[in-house]
């Protein structure tokens, strides 16, 4: 290989690998638009999408109590900042009307829970 072929793929690798780190770096293309709407959608969005994606807040489908131990879960153990309360009563307000807790389909009995 000649000096040049060789500082020309050197070249080359280094590029693909910056795209590949940019690209790995690129936010996440998810606005508040992507829950449904109510009020304090922005708050939430915001304050729950700061680590992980919305995808795993929209799979769930919790009570009132369930999302409130939830949100207690973040903070105690993956280092959510403790939320003002009237801020926390927003964003439990919102999240247990969006994502409701939903009941099983009529006639349907899961046969891992029937004894
Ligand atoms: C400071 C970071 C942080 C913030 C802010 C945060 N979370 Fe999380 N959350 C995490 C981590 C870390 C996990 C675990 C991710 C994993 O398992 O891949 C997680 C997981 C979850 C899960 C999945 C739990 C499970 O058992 O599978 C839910 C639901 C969730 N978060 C909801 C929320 C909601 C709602 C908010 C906003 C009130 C929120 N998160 C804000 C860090 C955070």
């Not at 795209?19 to 770096?25: N, P, T």
């Not at 638009?33 to 939430?44: L, N, V, Y």
């Not at 109590?65 to 900042?81: F, K, N, P, V, Y």
Request: hydrophobic letters at 40%; charged letters at 15%.
């Amino acid at each position: 290989m000649t000096r040049r072929k060789g500082a020309a793929l050197l070249a080359a690798s280094l590029l693909s690998f910056g795209a590949a780190i940019a690209q790995a770096q690129t936010p996440l293309a998810e606005t508040p638009e992507d829950f449904p709407p109510g009020p304090g959608r922005e708050e939430t969005f915001y304050i729950c999408t700061a680590c992980h994606s919305i995808a795993l807040v929209k799979a769930q489908s919790l009570s009132r109590d369930a999302w409130a131990d939830t949100i207690s879960l973040m903070q105690r153990r993956h280092g959510l900042t403790p939320l003002d309360p009237a801020l926390g009563a927003q964003v439990l307000d919102y999240l247990s009307t969006a994502f409701p807790q939903r009941t099983a389909p009529r006639g349907f009995t899961n046969p891992f829970l029937t004894p």
